[in-house]
């Protein structure tokens, strides 16, 4: 089982907090804002605490406020302080900071209040792409460096998703009105990285296309069915890990089968189509780079 990272160096700091290592020092040594503990190699480790407190200083230092005056407060201030910041429409620009601040503490209530914040001014979609795809891409680097826990990853993903159904289900109550095709959303077989295919659903629907969703680890054979129900079906997937280089044209050979058998296509989107020869596609399979091309395409 993986556990929650409880020690930080001050890269992880930097990486989270977007403040260079060498102010955080100054801070430090200045200011005294920060008492990180010492390995038996001289080397700094910060606590969750202290990486909570940095978050902190951050949003307060961004939003306009000195360090020296941050400095001067009682440590029991400045998250009120943050709180009362983030519950005003004005912390637009600190949305981020504040979302990662809920993901580090796993705080569902500053999560809930940031997000309601925006959405008082902005719409679902608007969100998504101003302020969850930011965060999203951030998520990847902090995990690949290790300055995040899965856990943590888990938890912001979650959420993120829950908002994504929510809004998903308000569009569903209308009825399509572009009906001369049908979307059919799924991910490959052990593909999990459900996300971008979530977001992709709900862009679809508010175009007016009606979509069905299958969700995780598809086998290909489990999609003729579809065909037994409707006509001009466009099958959409998202390969973020699968299929991997080695078995990419194996499985697009595949598909090609089904999709001729079928008078079917194939859109694509995901890291691993960049290993995929587009020139040598047939006209029934198309890739796009990010979800705003594909948008662009409905």
């Known amino acids: 089982m993986n556990n929650v990272k409880k020690s930080f160096s001050i890269r992880d700091l930097e990486n989270l907090s977007g403040i260079k290592a060498h102010t955080i020092r100054i801070w430090e040594k200045r200011y005294e804002l920060l008492s990180p503990e010492r390995t038996s190699t ?52 600190h949305a981020i900071n504040a979302f990662k601040l809920s993901m580090i503490n ?57 908002k994504i159904y929510t809004s998903t289900e308000k569009l569903q109550v209308i009825e399509p009105t572009n009906t ?64 991997n280089k080695d078995k990419l044209g194996k499985y697009i050979d595949d598909f090609t089968k089904f999709l001729n058998k079928n008078n079917s296509s194939l859109w694509i989107l995901g890291r691993q189509i960049q290993h995929i020869n587009k020139e040598k596609l047939p006209p029934h399979i198309r890739t796009f780079a990010s979800i705003e091309q594909l948008s662009k395409a409905l």
Do not use: C
Request: hydrophobic letters at 40%; charged letters at 20%; zero cysteines.
């Open 180 to 243: 001369d095709k049908v979307f059919v959303l799924f991910l490959p077989e052990n593909e999990i990285h459900e996300i971008g295919l979530l977001f992709i659903n709900y862009e679809i629907i508010l175009h007016g296309y009606k979509t069905i969703y299958l969700g995780q680890t598809m086998p290909l054979e489990n999609l003729e069915d579809l065909e037994n129900y409707y006509n001009n079906i466009h099958f959409l997937s998202y390969f973020t890990v699968v299929p």
């Open 42 to 93: 001289n080397i700094r480790t910060y606590s969750l605490a202290s990486l909570q407190k940095l978050l902190n200083i951050t949003l307060l230092y961004n939003s306009g406020y000195k360090i020296s005056k941050i400095a001067k407060l009682k440590e029991t201030d400045i998250p009120l302080l943050v709180r009362e910041i983030v519950a005003k429409s004005s912390t637009n620009n």
């Open 106 to 162: 796993f705080d569902l209530s500053l999560f809930q209040n940031t997000y309601n914040s925006l959405l008082a001014e902005k719409s679902f979609r608007d969100i998504f792409w101003e302020y969850f795809i930011p965060l999203l891409n951030e998520l990847g680097l902090l995990w690949q460096t290790d300055t995040i826990s899965p856990a943590h990853e888990h938890f912001i993903t979650n959420l993120i998703k829950q």
